[in-house]
């Protein structure tokens, strides 16, 4: 068994994919609220190691395993995925269906032929009957929505107000009479008790597994929503940039090596073993 080769083939393997990651990266760098994924290599012997207690045969568990994947021990793999949530950068925009939120563990809910599902993409408009939609035209929620399915729903001619806390106020431009703006109704922002469970599911929504609904939290004191601003993406495109190049190089040194394997080494054991014979 050529060692070698199983381990530059895992290397290669794993540069691509995450060159997978660093592209999708890339390209939504300028894509609102988008949480930059990057991805951590470890190798065979370290999931073996946290894996071999649970294997179904005793003698898979210990010497037996170790010396059949000695070779395969340190083949470089991706062991884990996930997403940095930290804050991106503020735009002001002065829209006034424009929002972002100001702390890491909150999302807006969205109502999608699949569910709710979750963003920390606050570009919203109003549809033709005057509800406040995402730029797919999915309805964006209210609080109250968890209890009873509603929506937030405006009136031409009135002003429209947000507070930090997702309170809708509104003025009606239209009668001189009415000077204070009114509690109209609120935009939901929730947070999770485990955000690691938040898996994307394009048009820069999250999916939360059903069955983890009770460590959904809706903040009526969030603090959070920032009106006319917009939150960019968390993406150094330098950084991502100088990983690509990086992942670029070990893929194609990890492509010598293999060509080394198959037309010198190989070409080599077989002149020799013929010599012999």
Do not use: C, W
């Not at 563990?105 to 995402?134: C, H, K, W």
């Not at 690691?196 to 609904?213: I, M």
């Not at 330098?238 to 010598?256: F, P």
């Not at 394997?261 to 020799?272: C, G």
Request: glycine content about 8%.
């Amino acid at each position: 068994m050529q060692g070698g080769y199983y381990s530059s083939v895992g290397g290669m393997v794993t540069q691509i994919d995450r060159l997978d990651v660093i592209a999708n990266n890339i390209a939504n760098a300028n894509t609102t609220g988008f949480k930059r994924d990057d991805v951590v290599i470890g190798d065979f012997l370290r999931l073996y190691e946290q894996a071999k207690d649970f294997l179904p045969i005793d003698e898979q568990t210990k010497d037996a395993a170790k010396f059949y994947n000695r070779s395969l021990n340190r083949v470089p793999q991706i062991v884990e995925e996930f997403t940095d949530r930290s804050l991106g950068g503020m735009m002001q925009t002065d829209n006034t269906f424009d929002f972002a939120l100001g702390r890491e563990n909150a999302y807006f809910m969205i109502e999608t032929p699949e569910g709710i599902r979750y963003t920390r993409d606050g570009s919203f408009v109003l549809n033709e009957q005057g509800r406040l939609v995402n730029k797919e035209g999915y309805p964006v929620l209210p609080r109250e929505y968890l209890d009873a399915p509603q929506y937030i729903e405006f009136i031409d001619g009135f002003q429209v107000e947000v507070d930090t806390n997702g309170n809708v106020y509104t003025r009606d431009l239209n009668n001189e009479g009415i000077s204070e703006m009114a509690l109209m109704t609120n935009i939901g922002i929730v947070a999770f008790e485990n955000p690691k469970y938040l898996k994307k599911v394009g048009d820069n929504l999250y999916s939360y597994p059903e069955e983890r609904n009770n460590e959904r939290e809706a903040l009526e004191q969030s603090g959070a929503v920032r009106q006319g601003f917009l939150e960019k993406s968390n993406i150094n495109v330098v950084y991502e940039m100088t990983g690509l190049i990086e992942a670029n190089r070990l893929v194609e040194a990890y492509s010598k090596v293999l060509k080394t394997h198959m037309d010198e080494l190989n070409t080599e054991a077989i002149t020799k073993l013929a010599a012999k014979a």
